[in-house]
């Protein structure tokens, strides 16, 4: 749904930390899901998707978790560099019907890298 | 691989001009786009889906009228804002997905930034 007026949520960490973002989708029927990053006016890049019968991806220093019992979706991003300093997105995919790949998008999540 | 170009990536004009966005796919045919309209720090807000050969799924509360989109070739689709007004002041991106595939991501342009005057 729409997030107007309301502020994204925030993460800091250090450099070299592992981050974590979370998301949670209400969607029961939806089957795939992707994180995205998206750094200043520009569009959102892909990082990591995940189908519904799966509950764990690995990427490049990322992974993505999906526990379909609570709804709910994590990205994890090992040893955070500055350059991860974005803001994230999850976003589901529901299954069937007449959406051919339309996406839902979560709120979002700032993250900030300090060195 | 999966490029997707947006152009232009900024227009300022008057209020009451009407605008064109090309959103192109440069490496696969896309017989799906998607048009994405987005505030500061929120999120991505669907406008419509542009389906090559056919008229567009707006989704509730976009102008069909407001907001044109055309899709004529696999490989380009145009959204065009008529008499653009302040309020329509945005950041409008496009996405493609690629024909034939099932479960796969979307594929985002860098966006336009929209400023009306």
């Known amino acids: 749904g729409e997030s107007v007026g309301l502020h994204l949520p925030t993460l800091s960490v250090q450099e070299g930390d592992n981050s974590i973002i979370n998301c949670a989708y209400s969607?029961?029927?939806?089957?795939?899901f992707i994180w995205y990053k998206q750094e200043s006016g520009k569009g959102p890049q892909f990082i990591i998707d995940?189908?519904?019968?799966?509950d764990k991806r690995q990427g490049q220093r990322v992974t993505v978790l999906l526990n379909k019992t609570v709804k709910h979706l994590s990205l994890q991003i090992a040893a955070t560099q500055p350059g991860d300093s974005a803001v994230y997105f999850c976003?589901?995919?529901?299954?069937?019907?007449?959406?051919?790949?339309?996406?839902?998008f979560g709120q979002g999540t700032i993250l900030t890298v300090h060195p | 691989g999966a490029v997707v170009s947006q152009h232009p990536s900024r227009v300022i004009c008057k209020s009451g001009t009407s605008v064109k966005i090309e959103c192109r796919s440069l490496?696969?045919?896309?017989?799906?786009m998607f048009w994405y309209r987005q505030f500061p720090k929120q999120s991505l807000m669907l406008m419509a889906t542009?389906?090559?050969?056919?008229?567009?799924?707006?989704e509730q509360g976009v102008e069909k009228d407001k907001f044109l989109i055309n899709h004529a070739s696999l490989t380009l689709s145009t959204l065009t804002v008529t008499s653009a007004h302040p309020e329509d002041s945005s950041f409008y991106i496009c996405?493609?997905?690629?024909?034939?595939?099932?479960?796969?991501?979307?594929?985002f342009g860098d966006g336009t930034r929209l400023s009306i005057l």
């Open positions: 976003a589901e995919n529901r299954a069937g019907g007449t959406s051919y790949g339309k996406l839902t």
């Open positions: 490496d696969f045919q896309a017989t799906t």
């Open positions: 996405s493609a997905i690629i024909a034939g595939i099932p479960n796969q991501p979307q594929h």
């Open positions: 995940i189908r519904s019968n799966m």
């Open positions: 542009s389906n090559e050969g056919s008229k567009a799924t707006y």
């Open positions: 969607n029961s029927a939806s089957d795939y």
